[in-house]
Nanobody, 124 residues
Framework: QVHMVESGGGSVQAGGSLRFSCAASDSSTSNYYIGWFRQAPGKEREGVAT???????TYADSVKGRFTISRDNVENNVYLQMNSLKPEDTAMYYCAADRWNRWGRLDARDFGYWGQGTQVTVSS
């Protein structure tokens, strides 16, 4: 069973930056449609950004202009660069993947493979 391996995250002050990376456990990240999701305590999981095999991206309105999702198919990684972080960005962040491309969506139901999650805490 494929699962996603995340790295990065941590604690920063408001206005700071963090970067996540994500890779598939079968080392074929370039073959997957990838998404980042987050869940804050007491809230539902929400989509942050997705990227198709060929690099088309979709972002939640709340992160547009601050977060950038990208992929390096040579290095077999997908990245989420998070700038200008706000306290409301505090959440557990999850990387997800699926074999089917679905551009323009931020729906967790589109993804069959998930990582364990990594915590981001932004202090004011």
């Amino acid at each position: 069973q494929v699962h996603m391996v995340e790295s990065g995250g941590g604690s920063v002050q408001a206005g700071g930056s963090l970067r996540f990376s994500c890779a598939a456990s079968d080392s074929s990240t370039s073959n997957y449609y990838i998404g980042w999701f987050r869940q804050a305590p007491g809230k539902e999981r929400e989509g942050v950004a997705t990227i198709t095999y060929d690099g088309r991206t979709t972002y939640a309105d709340s992160v547009k202009g601050r977060f950038t999702i990208s992929r390096d198919n040579v290095e077999n990684n997908v990245y989420l660069q998070m700038n200008s972080l706000k306290p409301e960005d505090t959440a557990m962040y999850y990387c997800a993947a699926d074999r089917w491309n679905r551009w323009g969506r931020l729906d967790a139901r589109d993804f069959g493979y998930w990582g364990q999650g990594t915590q981001v805490t932004v202090s004011s």
